[in-house]
């Protein structure tokens, strides 16, 4: 064996081979295939239609625990697990007891950072998903969970006494945002039954304002994202919508493979897609419904969605990830409809023309030129797709160019983006794997997370056997979120599991100094979500977008942090804001947050 053929790299060549063995070299080859799909009265689930079924079922992922013992800690690990200590005992459910085996089972949930107290310490919301019963089956909701950050990774639970103690959702993603303009971040939760508008009273409560905020459709919604489309200062919301899935009588899907057929989850293509949803927030604690007027497509199965001004024209812009469909990205202006150019901009496809399984998203600059690029997560068989701007309405797809061809293609990504956990300067890039198939036999439920070190913008390499022993074992990955937990200037994970415990990461990376920068709107949206920050502190500025709903379902650290090197100061800071108006700050303090206040800067020009 090579040296640098790593256990890693090994599993991989395996599975590769055992896919290529079972489906021949057709990358567009599903890596399963439904032998039948039957629509059955009792819901397929019951334990007498069960024992007569010429199928076998899937084992549960309790019945098939991974007995892989994490590794050892080492001194050259790129980070610590920190969840014993931080106090956190808490798990996504979606219900799997029940053998139901539903599509709505395959989601899972995600996480937001939200500093509710502004105490300025990032406390974390988890979504708590739901139960099954059946057949036929009925769906219902499971309380998430709010935990104060207490300082030095120690947490306490004041989900109760934050009035969060209780959901009628199946949920699924939560974002935070002062959608009211008072100061206080908000929460919004999504999920099967539509979604949850939190009111943050002076961070002693939150109130449950959502019917009295006109966000009352009823649907299936996955991920959502806060932006700014009319530039009026006030957040206006994005929330997709995934599958025509619902509860009561549902299919049967059976599945070849080498031992015959067996029952397991059924496919997305077995459902039509639902209307994504913009709401347009009116500045009187209402919003509108503006979905149709803005040209927003129907029928599409969304898992992510991101905002920022991706052609740099001064309007705020929308990417859309959907599952096995065309990809989106409207594109902004002074009035509706938003424009949506996914396949001319060269994100709708893979590279080889295929609609690929896409579900987290998320936005950068891994290159250094100061340009917004974009990269996702896919399912199996599928490359996660890295895709360089071109400062206008254009993107290259670079996956392969950039290394990263091969590395995840026997996952199924979900959370994930970029962030410079080794504090270098160079954005790298985070996956959290996990399958939506209980026990398919080209990819296990349970997968490993993965980093990849940014190499000077130039390539990345996979350096995940340092991470640490959490990536060591694989796990039945979801949302996550990056966030700097302890301010001591590093980037944390948080990471969402199915049916498994979170999992809190300690980054221990250092650099020699950093700047951390809070955005304070006046005219733009009180976070300034959507704004775009360069940041000088001698030689090449490096460039940061502050998005809503980066991730998958989640919510990552509302600050930005940059590291700096020994020799780099003074730190300046260039601001374009929502509003389009750019300013300069001067001065930063290093290795500290520095607020700046839109309107205090030095004005550049406007857009």
């Known amino acids: 064996m090579s040296p640098a053929l790593t256990a890693r790299n090994w599993w991989q060549l395996c599975v590769l081979a055992l896919l290529v063995g079972m489906w021949g070299c057709n990358p567009a080859q599903p890596p399963v295939k439904p032998a039948a799909i039957k629509n059955l009265p009792s819901g397929g689930s019951s ?126 993603g939560c974002i935070a945002g002062d959608y009211n303009r008072d100061g206080w971040p908000d929460l919004v939760v999504t999920g099967y039954g539509g979604c949850r508008l939190y009111h943050n009273v002076d961070g002693t409560r939150f109130e449950d304002v959502t019917q009295m905020a006109g966000l009352i459709e009823v649907d299936w919604f996955t991920a959502a994202a806060f932006g700014d489309y009319d530039r009026d200062g006030w957040l206006d919301l994005f929330v997709v919508a995934y599958a025509d899935w619902k509860s009561g009588p549902n299919p049967t899907c059976l599945y070849d493979d080498l031992k015959g057929k067996r029952r397991d989850v059924c496919p997305p293509q077995a459902y039509a897609g639902r209307q994504h949803r913009l709401w347009r927030n009116g500045g009187n604690g209402k919003f509108v419904d503006v979905s149709q007027m803005a040209g927003i497509r129907s029928e599409m199965r969304g898992l992510g969605v991101v905002s920022v001004d991706f052609d740099a024209d001064g309007w705020p812009d929308w990417f859309v990830a959907n599952d096995v469909q065309e990809n989106q990205l409207y594109f902004g202006g002074p009035q509706l409809p938003l424009e949506d150019q996914g396949a001319l901009a060269g994100v709708a496809y893979s590279l080889t023309g295929e609609r690929e399984g896409s579900m987290g998203t998320d936005v950068g600059d891994f290159n250094g030129d100061g340009i917004v690029d974009l990269f996702y997560t896919n399912f199996t068989q599928q490359d996660n797709s890295l895709l360089q701007g071109d400062g206008a309405r254009g993107f290259l797809n670079v996956t392969e160019k950039a290394g990263l061809a091969g590395l995840s293609r026997v996952w199924s990504g979900f959370g994930g983006g970029f962030a410079d956990f080794d504090r270098d300067g160079w954005q790298d890039l985070y996956v959290i794997n996990g399958n939506v198939f209980y026990d398919a036999p080209e990819s296990a439920y349970r997968q490993p997370a993965q980093i990849f070190r940014n190499k000077s913008g130039a390539r990345f390499e996979e350096v995940s056997e340092q991470g640490g022993s959490y990536f060591s074992v694989p796990h039945p990955g979801r949302g996550s979120a990056v966030g700097d937990l302890d301010n001591d200037g590093a980037p944390d994970l948080v990471i969402v599991h199915q049916n498994e415990p979170v999992t809190l990461l300690r980054n221990l990376k250092t650099s020699p100094h950093w700047v951390r920068v809070q955005l304070r709107g006046v005219k733009s949206n009180t976070e300034a979500y959507g704004a775009r920050v360069a940041l000088r502190a001698g030689g090449q500025p490096i460039t940061q977008w502050l998005a809503s709903g980066r991730s998958y379902c989640s919510q990552s650290d509302p600050r930005l942090l940059f590291a700096v090197p020994a020799d780099g100061q003074p730190a300046s800071a260039t601001v374009v804001w929502p509003t389009g108006v750019t300013e300069t700050f001067s001065n930063l303090k290093l290795d500290a947050t520095n607020e700046l206040i839109e309107g205090t800067g030095t004005a550049v020009g406007e857009k």
């Not at 019945?63 to 200590?85: C, G, S, V, Y």
């Not at 949930?109 to 739901?130: Q, S, T, Y």
Request: proline content about 6%; hydrophobic content about 40%.
């Open 47 to 172: 334990t007498e239609s069960v024992a007569r079924a010429p199928f076998r079922l899937a084992p549960l992922p309790f019945e098939k625990l991974d007995k892989t013992i994490p590794r050892a800690a080492r001194p050259d690990d790129w980070f610590a697990d920190m969840t014993e200590r931080s106090g956190i005992k808490f798990a996504y459910q979606n219900g799997f007891e029940a053998r139901c085996y539903t599509l709505l089972e395959t989601v899972g949930g995600g996480v937001a950072l939200i500093d509710f107290d502004r105490d300025g310490d990032l406390d974390i919301f988890f979504n708590g998903g739901g139960k099954l019963v059946g057949p036929p089956v009925v769906v219902s909701g499971r309380s998430g969970a709010l935990y104060r950050n207490d300082g030095d990774w120690k947490f306490t639970d004041v989900t109760t006494a934050m009035g969060l103690g209780a959901s009628d959702l199946y949920t699924h």
